[in-house]
């Protein structure tokens, strides 16, 4: 299987060893980093507010889908690593903005940490 990796600076550029996303050549996939809510032109972390953390972190998806020659609309499933699951009702307020009536299947799971201590980080496999 050919890949590509796709590089874009419309998302944070990657804080370890791993690309932005990935593009399965033969299958027509792309496979997204987690990403989290940095501003990619500051690099910083956004408000220490989970619906403003979510949007973020959504935009910076889309940087990449984007960058792939896809969008949001071709999401096939995302997964959600929460910081605190109750935060889960603000987040899907959020998320439903961005999916519409095109909802991905999806996992959200809470987990002890994540980079940066921010309060989302969100990954995503998307048709090309």
């Keep these: ?6 590089k874009t600076d419309k998302a944070p550029e990657a804080i370890g060893p791993y690309s932005q996303g990935v593009i399965a050549e033969s299958s027509r996939l792309v496979f997204t980093a ?4 940095l501003d990619p032109k500051t690099g910083y972390s956004v408000k220490r507010d989970i619906e403003i953390q ?3 972190v959504i935009e910076n998806l889309k940087g990449v889908l984007e960058a792939a020659g896809t969008g949001l609309d071709r999401v096939i499933k995302t997964t959600v690593f929460l910081k605190n699951m109750d935060d889960f009702p603000r987040m899907n307020r959020v998320y439903e903005k961005y999916f519409g009536e095109s909802l ?4 959200t799971v809470e987990v002890s940490k994540l980079p940066k201590d921010v309060l989302i980080e969100m990954e995503c496999v998307a048709a090309v």
């Design 54 to 56: 979510t949007k973020q």
């Design 104 to 107: 991905p299947a999806r996992s």
């Design 1 to 6: 299987m050919v890949r590509s990796i796709v």
């Design 34 to 37: 987690g990403q989290i809510p």
